[in-house]
């Protein structure tokens, strides 16, 4: 069973930077996709982005293109969300999941293992 370990969440003025780190022990890690999905109090966990078996195949969510980047290092079966110019919405839970295979996906039911979470917060 994937037992993935989420870090790097923590309190952030807007406009600042985090990094989340999503470790998975499994060693079959690069046969997987992967995503970020986050979830606010009181609503629904939404997509946030997936990456397919490398950097160049990758989906991002419109609230988050173009300051979010997420990576993949299959050596040390970690996932990575860069998080630039952030804002009070961004505020949440950040849950990392996993797929078999190589197509990468929106839908949170698509995902067979998550991570415990971690917190982010941006203080405006």
């Known amino acids: 069973q994937v037992r993935p370990v989420e870090s790097g969440g923590g309190l952030v003025q807007a406009g600042g930077s985090l990094k989340l780190s999503c470790a998975a022990s499994r060693d079959s890690f690069s046969s997987y996709s992967m995503g970020w999905f986050r979830q606010a109090p009181g609503k629904e966990r939404e997509f946030v982005a997936a990456?397919?078996?490398?950097?160049?195949?990758?989906d991002y969510s419109d609230a988050v293109r173009g300051r979010f980047t997420i990576s993949r290092d299959d050596v040390k079966n970690t996932m990575y969300l860069t998080m630039n110019s952030l804002r009070p919405e961004d505020t949440g839970i950040y849950y990392c999941?996993?797929?078999?295979?190589?197509?990468?996906?929106?839908?949170?039911?698509?995902?067979?293992?998550w991570g415990q979470g971690t917190q982010v917060t941006v203080s405006s």
């Open positions: 999941a996993g797929r078999y295979g190589s197509w990468w996906s929106r839908v949170p039911n698509d995902y067979e293992w």
């Open positions: 990456i397919g078996w490398n950097d160049e195949d990758t």
